[in-house]
């Protein structure tokens, strides 16, 4: 999960990259970088850690200049730490900087070309440097000694041809501007905005549209699944189809869990989507139990509130804040000699006893991975006094590993995996369990946009939109397997 | 505003202060401290900032001992930064550290007599520093070579003759253990857990119960007003009543905004009286405007949450989450030349256009102070489109200074100084302003525990339970003009 | 070793201390501090590191005031880092911070007096907080509700009556103005310097005269043994001995190693003395082997230089830096799977083989303590062809400890502990090892001063000018062991 | 003035490169960096700073790999900070990493053919960047697959073609090895050593021979002007002249300032050099004024002593440290209020007040550039008490701008720009100003290596080796202007 962001403006947008990344950052905590364009020069500053310490006064003086692009970084499996945080750079051809939220399936093979055949060294592990190296070397496969609109669109193309995966990006190319393009099937996001200022139109990209809201520039329309866009040096908004039309997928986890609720995406408001998530889990609790004894509904904080409300209005049951958050979670220190510390999951949530005295509760959480956090919330509404604990989930099982950029834990952690729904609820302990149906999560968002009616489910499904090249699951395992194995040698050092 | 906390263990308590802490953060985010005792030896380490960043491995380390105090604070005018950080310490007599929740309204007596009368300097502008000389010198007066639990006693009805103000109050006294006590009218919070571990009986006291919560401490009871009470180094609980019964009165405000809603102070609910603040207002609303037009109910996130459910379900109108909080917000840079930043209110907010989209919407907040972000925010609501925006304020109107510990600006700032509802309700921008009467903040408190039917409501009713010195507000608001001056000096520097 | 520092000047003086504390900071690096008096407060910031990493713009910022005192302290046995840091602070009577230079020996009795009769609580294992306490204890036994040059002087009688020891102290008394003191014997160093500015007189007291000429201080005079002196917050200089004479014994190793070259201390100019030091080992060595052969005098940097040169011109042999210093020494990282890492004092040092190339060369160190550096340096004078490596000591055989606050190594670590100087010529592998007589270092220093022909020398003698209390070794034994103990503690935790 | 390094190990090399680096910490203390080869993978670590505050155990544990380069960098006209930082990388072709001690004088012309020939774009205004862009587009060229040694001696040779200036420089390429090169004048030096491990004979090249003795390393032999030198990933040792023989002109002020004492360079010590400086000074002193009457020499430290001391004993007057330097200089800090501070350079030195007083002193620098701490300098001689003080420099008056590496003034700061010695005799206030003889200088260094007559000396002379392109000094002048408008502007914001 990333957050990416570019402006072409007609003053320094150094500060604007930087306020739009603080409203992108639930995308990633993990590392934040801006690149800008200074006359013939490209200033970046990035390293690991929230935006508000990455960037300090004397970083934001030198990111001069009225085009740049932004990046926020969540750590996926295979990161190596600060030498992966973004924007990427090349200077050959041209200077090329870019950002990328996403994640391609076939980058073995793609380093190895990059390598044998353009001579491109990949340094890290990152797929996003694999893209970047691709785009550059299709760009400097063009031959021209200044780069042109026509090139990046060519370049987009093979990026097109080449790449295999979800992808959302934006690139700096100097002497040409900002170029933008998104996967094929539109998995990762990618919305364009427009604020018209005294000097002239200026545009924005940006993964979610809360960051065109905060900015001023209005949303103007997503950029299309295959599409090249290029906003030039000079402020001109170009764009070519730059694939063939395939079927259009985007990630159903977006509205799930991963953007913002105040979001708007592929014309779908996020917050919608999770209200009818919320009625339409009310609806199956009905069908299943009509005469069920919910006396509450609880959320989970924060993700699940939305449908939470809806479900608690659809079922006509009071809905109530019985969990409350603790926002100032400190680190976890290893005393020699001290008493066992505090358990993780009541570090960060509370509950209020008096919502949960006597009653028959259905706390409500956005969906369930792992399990473990589930087992101890539900521990939590037992010790409060609940009599009976309920548990509804937003999205259906997690069955299958996400590959398109969201990180996850392996396929052999999910509590769903290889477990049926019932072993599930007892696994976590709770006294009824109740997963969304996967149409009806489909449902939930397609409502919002007639044009939208399919969607990267893998997670739930199994079914890979573009296709998953042979070996490809096997390297994800041995790549996490040898991390954890790097982090212990590191952690030693 | 400040939190502490205590806590006499039977292993090292220093983790678990630093947990209890964390979510005691919301009470003051300036600074933060803690002192443990270790043998004949305190450990003390304060800082100005967020416990997480105060505290690093090597500082936790070094707080060693089961017996320790801890604090956080809020800046309040006069402060003077790392100075001022708590636990406050003497060495003499015995060795004292003191964290203190509060504020005394006859400081400057107080200092004149400490320096004149018992030739004890006062170093920083802290009331704390003052009322642990005062404390201190009494402990000297008692003549004993070793602390005693009498001496102690003596020493807070000392304290209590001499002090005048709102005090919750945990000290360290080698040779002793904890010695804690409230202000004769129990206006600040304090509240005693105690937890049975193999090795013996342990107790905590802290400003909120979420505290004992989190660290599995069970919640006995509040400390008394004008009541001392002892946890000696060995875990003995001693108590003594240390003053004359004066009218009980807790500070509303802590039930309103200050406490978190998961706490229980002086046997209510803060959660249960916020639900009750909001049925209060639905029904004046409904007896105002029995036709009400109002189509959604909508909190200003985060305390107005559980007043705003109450009072949506009493008007059976939709509770809806218009307002989504940006919970990264980053540093505010000025750089030259480049074009106006995102107004401040917008970079911790952002509305959902579908909940204001042509709607009657009334905006939820706990209470109102300077009205500036209020009307910022129903400026938001109209650009989201909303038709009429109404506000519902839980507590009446702020007209008087709070001198107990809260930290507000002057008088002369608060919007509701000199003005009439209507006034106010023009000045912010408001189709409709509904304030909670005094009464019905009283009633929704009170409701929760038979035997408490008196507050401190100074900052509405402008009576102060203590009363206050004469030349008090004069003295104070010098104290912010020369405050201000100082800064800006410093920033020059 | 620490160095001290003190003024009463016009204006603002912080920038002043800080100044004169980097060019004291060859006595101390382990820490430092400033107080300073603003109006009726004191200013003070201390924490562990080089001054210049101590002290930012903020700090500097807030040290406002005309009156101030400095210090900066080495690491001495039983430290607990930067709780240890001074100038050490009371608050009762008056406010009172002290900055001491030098050590107590009976400082466990004080501690024990302090607490059971003055319930003054000593938190750290600091002698110099003892001493504070002492001398606030004093204070506040005079009864006088504003502090008096009077109550001062017999203070400071009282400090000198309980004490023993050797110190050198500077303190504030808030009220009063700056008071110094050293102790009977004069063990450790102090000096008055005055200054004429447009204002008015100015006075400032260091550890060594350096201070004074880099702030522009003339020098007046030392401070005498016994002596009280105070500059009050007018610049009124006022003095008093405060005990009975006894025998005037300056410590002879700040001649040897300690102080600046530049330094004058009891009138005599510590350059000058080292070049007796010399001179005197020359005669020496003429007088052992009037032929030797002798061909280049090279010396250990940087101390050792100023006595090497006088050798060499009393020899009539090459004096020639063989040795070039690294200015630069890193940390040492300890890394899995690497070789092994260069030895330490060869990361230090590095030889000019030219200079030893097949020739007979004598090394001249200011002392010995350990040997093993010396063992490791003649081992690289070998290395670099030398064909004979003579090393000659300007002090004689250190063989016990110094108790008056010079940091050393225990007894038994001392190379010429229970060794002749034949065995330790063997054991540090010089072909000849050569050590000033005693009798030749006190000359070389008193020379300088007619009324000056006593020293501390308990290094070279083991006779103790001051009297040692019974179980005083011992204890100190015990309290090296203890914290070589809790060290390894922390650093496992 | 920088310094490089590069290792080929048979164990870990980020230790010894770290180690490596503070010996020639000398020659750059404005950034540091350190990149190695791990696998496939380059780590890099630079920023601004010391080494020491560079990199911490985080940053060493991540520096894995058997061979690796390292770079400490001073700052130069134009730089821009952390960006210039070294080693430079590019990954395309291969991946190649680059330090660089020099300066090249046809950059200008350079980035513009790298840009529209070989479309690279140069994001600093550093030369090095230049420098490894040349070097990389010469090795893309090649065509192969795989770096191979011909194509990097090609690329090399292709260097010495295109690229005009002083230039030393230490390569990773990625898949061959280590590549080095000197320009073919060998302006700038560059040393090879070799140790025998267990494992097999391990490489390393350094600026100086210093940092090979600190390692371990045998000094083996310069690289030769215009030769190229390869260390494969095998450890094999492959040289080639990669140009015609050109004049051999190495810098001149190694010897006088830039180099440690201890360093051998073109077979000739450095040491000596300056020793024969010294005589050749005295020389010219006795033949000037046989008669002479100075009292004592005092070097100026710390780079002159080893000429004065020569020159004191040819002169048979005696040598006195009559300064001493203060090694703990602070910060300054502008105080609002404060009286003024402490000059300059008064705050690096100060006089022993015995060695000047009514004496006749001669002082000795190694070069006099400005003039400004000169006429400092000998203003403090005189207020110590000198009776006449002299100057002798051991180089001859500084006119010219040095253009290869040595960072000056522009040569209008020069204070013998446009004067005679007369002239600046009287400016900077010396009784008598002696300047070493050009001729006299170069047969100081040359007497150390009979096949070493000619050298760089145009600061001193005008006469530039390599020839300068039209409109380099007007361009130098301009970069000048605007980097100090640019600073300016930083600082603002």
Known sequence: MCGILAIVGRSDVGAALYDGLTVLQHRGQDAAGIATVDG????????????????????????????????????????????????FWVNSPFGIALGHNGNLVNT?????????????HINTGSDSEVLLNVFAHEMQNSGSLRATAEDAFRAVSAVHARCIGGYA????VLGLGVVAFRDVHGIRPLVLGRRDSDDGV?????????????????????????????????????????????????????????????????????????????????????????DHDIEAVIPIPDTSRTAAL???????????????????????????????RVKSVRRKLNAIELEFRNKCVLLVDDSIVRGTTSRQIIQMAREAGARKVYLASAAPPVRHPN?????????????????????????????????QELDDLIWSVSEGNDDLNHFDTSCFSGEYITGIPTGY??????????????ARRVSKG
């Open 403 to 435: 590959v398109y950029g969201i990180d996850m834990p392996s396929a052999e952690e999910f509590v769903a995996h290889d477990r049926s729904e019932q072993e599930i609820e007892q696994l976590i302990g709770a006294d009824w369990l109740i997963y």
């Open 310 to 340: 809806a479900l608690a209005q659809t079922l006509d049951v009071k809905y109530r804040e019985g969990f409350v958050k603790n926002r100032y979670v400190g680190r976890t220190f290893i005393m020699p000699g001290q008493s066992e």
């Open 108 to 120: 073995n093979l793609l380093r190895k070309e990059l390598f044998e055949q353009d001579r491109r």
């Open 169 to 172: 990006v934006v690139t700096l």
């Open 202 to 290: 200026e545009w924005a990209l940006a993964s979610e549209s809360v960051a065109l809201d905060l900015l001023g520039f209005k949303r103007e329309r997503d950029v299309r699944p295959g599409e090249g866009m290029i906003i030039t040096e000079q402020g001109e908004l170009l764009s070519q189809q730059c694939a063939e039309p395939k079927q259009h997928a985007p990630c159903i986890f977006e509205y799930v869990y991963l953007a913002r609720p105040d979001s708007m995406m592929e014309d779908v408001s996020v917050y919608k989507a999770r209200l009818r998530m919320g009625e339409k889990l009310a609806q199956k609790i009905l069908h299943l139990r009509p």
């Open 473 to 486: 699951f096997e390297d994800l395992a041995r790549a996490r397997a040898d991390h954890a194995k790097a």
């Open 40 to 87: 013939a020069r490209v200033h970046l500053h990035k390293a690991n850690g929230l935006v508000k310490d990455v960037f300090n006064t004397e970083h934001m003086s030198r990111l001069r200049g009225r085009i740049g692009i932004a990046h926020c970084r969540y750590p996926t499996a295979g990161s190596e730490g600060a030498d992966e945080a973004q924007p």
